[in-house]
C-alpha cells in the first residue's frame, strides 16, 4: 500500500467497526477521500481530536481500495474561535455538510477545497452576516447554477424584478412572477457576491436585504442539493 500526503478539511465522520473511525475528508489534490482513523474511539485519541469537522489539516493517507487508512496528522488550523461562537459554528457546519453533498468521492475538485478553506479561515478571524449567503452562492456559481440576476429569467425583459425562482435559477419581471419577492437592494448584493466584490459584501452589518439573501441562499441551496440527488437517482429508488 502506498502512503500520500496531502492538505484536507475534514468534513465529517462516522463510527466505523469496534473502534475506528471513518473521516470524510476534502483533499487539496486527490478530492474527496474516505479514511479508517484506526483506534480513535478506544482511547483519548490524539489524531481524533484533530480530525474534528472543519479541522484543516497536514495528512499522511495509506492507500487502499475501497478506504483509505489515517497514518499521521498534523493540524494545520484547528478554527477554535468559529467553534467557540455557536452562530459561526452553525454556519461552518452548514459549509462542511454541502459541500460533503456535493462533491464526488476520489475526484480532484481543487477550487472548492480552495472556496471550503478560505471561507472557514474567514469565518474563523470574523463574524459576516453574508458569510454563509456568500459561501453558498459560490459555490451554486462554481457548480454551473449563476443565477440571472439582470433580465427576467423567463421573458429576457429587462425592467423591474420583482421575484426570484430558485428552480428557474433567476430573477422574474412582474408579468412572469413566480417564487418569492426579491428586492432591488437584495438583488445588488447577490451581484457584489457574485461579480468578486466579496469584501465588500461581507463589511455588510444586518438588514432586510442581507436577511433576504440569507434566506435565498438557503433555498437556492435546498434546491440544487435536491436537484442532485435527484439526477443520482437517491429518491426515486425510495419511492
Ligand atoms: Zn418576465
Redesign the pocket.
Known amino acids: 500500500m502506498s502512503v500520500y500526503r496531502d492538505k484536507a478539511v475534514v468534513l465529517g465522520s462516522y463510527k466505523f467497526g469496534e473502534a475506528d473511525r471513518v473521516v470524510v475528508l476534502l483533499t487539496e489534490n486527490h478530492g474527496k477521500i474516505r479514511a479508517v482513523a484506526k483506534g480513535v474511539r478506544k482511547t483519548k485519541s490524539s489524531i481524533g481530536a484533530r480530525l474534528e469537522p472543519m479541522s484543516h489539516v497536514d495528512i499522511s493517507l495509506r492507500s487502499g481500495r475501497e478506504l483509505d487508512t489515517v497514518d499521521q496528522v498534523k493540524l494545520i488550523y484547528a478554527h477554535q474561535r468559529l467553534r467557540d461562537d455557536f452562530d459561526r459554528l452553525r454556519q461552518g457546519l452548514s459549509m462542511v455538510e454541502a459541500m460533503n453533498k456535493i462533491t464526488p468521492d476520489r475526484e480532484p475538485v481543487q477550487h472548492l477545497y480552495e472556496l471550503l478553506s478560505r471561507a472557514l479561515h474567514a469565518l474563523d478571524e470574523r463574524p459576516a452576516p453574508l458569510m454563509l449567503a456568500a459561501f453558498f452562492w459560490r459555490l451554486l456559481s462554481i457548480e454551473g447554477y449563476t443565477p440571472q440576476l439582470d433580465v427576467?429569467v423567463?421573458?429576457?425583459?429587462e425592467g423591474e424584478l420583482v421575484s426570484f425562482d430558485v428552480v428557474e435559477g433567476g430573477a422574474?419581471?412582474g408579468?412572469?412572477r413566480t417564487g418569492v419577492p426579491i428586492s432591488a437592494p437584495s438583488l445588488a448584493i447577490i451581484r457584489l457576491i457574485l461579480g468578486g466584490r466579496m469584501n465588500e459584501a461581507l463589511a455588510m452589518p444586518e438588514s432586510m436585504a442581507v436577511n433576504e439573501v440569507n434566506h435565498l441562499a438557503m433555498e437556492a441551496m435546498e434546491a440544487h442539493l435536491e436537484r442532485r440527488l435527484r439526477s443520482l437517482g437517491v429518491f426515486d429508488r425510495h419511492l
Open positions: 427576467c423567463a421573458c429576457g425583459e422574474h419581471c408579468s412572469c
